[in-house]
């Protein structure tokens, strides 16, 4: 009888596991590096999302080839140790994001609108496991001559006809990232957008240097966030904290979000960046155990001029029929009660910097604190501000400023 019941729970045990985890090879996909898997792929996150949600496995092996992928409801795809889900080199293949009742698509950034992975307005949705999601971000760039040291310089194939975001959220609620590694993104490694309750834990992000535009974990406008235990090595900016409010259907703060025990280097631009052209409101942060040993700005609340019109303007992106929204249905930035701790931060130029552009709407900057921290640079920080900005009650407590190459 003892044994019978083992038996028994075992079989059950055998049985749940199957019926909630969907196996991509099962629905034709290949690890070959060559074959395209996207349809394969999507047919298991559909049956699973179908049934009630669970896990899509990626299982080990190679290189599967894909192009946009979009999660739903309840998925978990998790990308085991030894596989790699490779972004197709055809530009094409990546559909064009629709407008839509969750985000102002038009007005994405760079008026780029494709991505590897692009999951809206869904809840309880996860990427993990120890596996790679490679953006190929070679094959969307070119080389030529440059008058730099070098000789030569990378640039975009186009600006357009890329993928743009390598892991997008948005508009989603109970998201998590965990262990992935992010290696070659063709432009953003990540991107969380309007989004509640996210988790990001043991993410890897390698950004390929040569090309541009390679930011590391960016928020905007995302509310409970808890961000631990992460390596980024960025071609841009490695942390964005900021509101993208005129991509938000409703604008809404950056807030409560916590950031503990990560490396964060950056190769071209800041470690930390708070704050964007036309941003609303950052608040409730706090940022600890954080070690940066290469980055060209270590810590910085930028808020760069409003760009003339007509003059095409890349992000916030102007020109081609896009105008600022009205003051009236934006948020003016402040940035309040964000805390920084524990950190050796690096860099190259400023290892501070507070950047206001003349024509931007600022309520004010306060309630700002540094303790136990330690920077190295050639420069010493740098502030651009006006009085009406009210940048003020700011605290450093143990924080060393070592002016040196």
Known sequence: MKNAVLALTAAVSTLCATATEYDVTRYGAKPDGATDNTAAIQKAIDDCAAKGGGRVLVPGGGKYVTYTLNLKNNVELHVD???????????????????????????????????????????????????????NAEKFHHEEKHNNWTGYRWFRNSHTNITGRCVFFVGCRDVRLDDVLILHPAGWSTWFLDCDRVGVRGVRIEADRRFPNGDGLHFGGCRDVVVSDCIVHSQDDALILRTHQEQMKKPRPCERVVVNNCILNSYGAYAI???????????????????????????????????????????????????????????????????????????????????????????????ISFSHCRFKSPNLPRTRFHERNNVRDWCFSDVVFEIGE
């Open 273 to 367: 960046r708070i704050g964007w052209t036309g941003d609303g409101p950052v608040r409730d942060i706090t940022v600890n155990n954080i070690v940066s040993t290469i980055s060209r700005a270590g810590v910085g609340f930028t808020l760069p001029p409003e760009p003339p019109a007509p003059k095409e303007y890349m992000d916030p992106p102007r020109g081609r029929g896009l105008v600022p929204p009205p003051l009236s249905e934006r948020l003016p930035f402040y940035a309040e009660n964000i805390h920084f701790s524990n950190m050796t931060i690096y860099g190259s130029r400023a290892p501070l910097d507070i950047s206001i552009g003349d024509n931007q709407r600022v309520d004010y900057i306060k309630n």
């Open 81 to 135: 140790r030894g596989a790699t889900l490779l972004g197709g080199e055809d530009p094409f293949k990546y559909p064009v994001f629709e407008t839509n009742a969750v985000w102002n698509a038009e007005r994405s950034p760079r008026f780029n609108r494709r991505a590897m992975f692009y999951t809206v307005g869904q809840t309880n949705v996860a990427i993990t496991g120890s596996g790679t999601i490679d953006g």
